[in-house]
């Protein structure tokens, strides 16, 4: 089966540009999930969507950045303005449901910001 | 609340030797664990996880992991270490809602 499917893999901007990633979860996985990983760090989460809701998005900057997941499938994260400190990978994942323990999260690849 | 540790940033063993990389956590009510794999320029890859039964988990890789309620660890282990198993391995515990809480990992070196 396909993996999660993320775009771009590298991105470049300068401080104060807006960027935005995407995600396209495995077939059929429900939940969600979107994380930053800064370097020599493990990921943190920054926002859940259970099909097209959003389940927690708590950690999320919610003045700089945004998410959606329309029709319950593709994702996309924004970050508007960038600063330097959002240097890092974001990873997305996906899970078949978040109501149960058993339901291991698959990464995509990840796609790494440089903030200059 | 959730939280893990991993106390060492890093683990050196030659190629053959076994392998051990430790972890510790905290968990309201039942523990679920997992452990993942990080490869250079890569994504998380799932090895394995404890939900209940056995303390003994075995996963992907020949790796292995022992859950120890008492000492509240959850330390991963392979018998035979490869080069290839030069990576970043992260503990993570299972919250409510299916969220995992990442500690800072522990790159693991096997030298040829």
Redesign the interface.
């Known amino acids: 089966e396909a993996g ?1 499917a993320q775009s771009p893999r590298y991105k470049i901007i300068e401080k104060r540009q807006s960027v935005a990633f995407w995600c396209n979860p495995i077939s059929g996985h429900a ?1 969600l999930y979107w994380y930053q990983q800064i370097l ?6 920054l926002i ?1 969507f259970q099909n097209n809701g959003v ?2 998005d708590s950690q999320l900057p919610k003045d700089r950045f945004s998410a959606e997941r329309l029709k319950g499938v593709d994702s996309t994260l924004k970050i508007q303005p960038a600063k330097l400190e959002d240097s890092a990978v974001y ?1 997305c ?1 996906s ?1 078949l ?14 796609t ?1 910001l440089t903030v200059t | 609340a959730q939280s893990v540790a991993q106390p060492e940033d890093q683990v050196n063993v030659a190629e053959g030797n076994p392998l051990t990389v430790k972890c510790t956590y905290s968990v309201s009510g039942n523990p679920y664990l997992f452990w993942y794999v990080q490869y250079p320029n890569r994504g998380l890859q799932f090895l394995l996880k404890y939900i209940t039964g056995d303390n003994l988990v075995k996963g992907s890789y020949g790796f292995e992991a022992e859950f120890n309620k008492s000492q509240t660890s959850f330390h991963l282990k392979k018998p035979s270490a490869l080069v290839s198993d030069s990576a970043l391995y992260f503990c993570a515990p299972l919250a409510a809602g299916n969220k995992l809480t990442f500690g800072g990992g522990t790159r693991v070196l096997v030298k040829p």
């Open positions: 999660v939940t020599g760090q493990g990921p943190k989460l859940q389940v927690d990873l994942a899970s449901d978040s109501q149960g323990p058993s339901y291991e999260q698959y990464f995509g690849p990840g790494r």
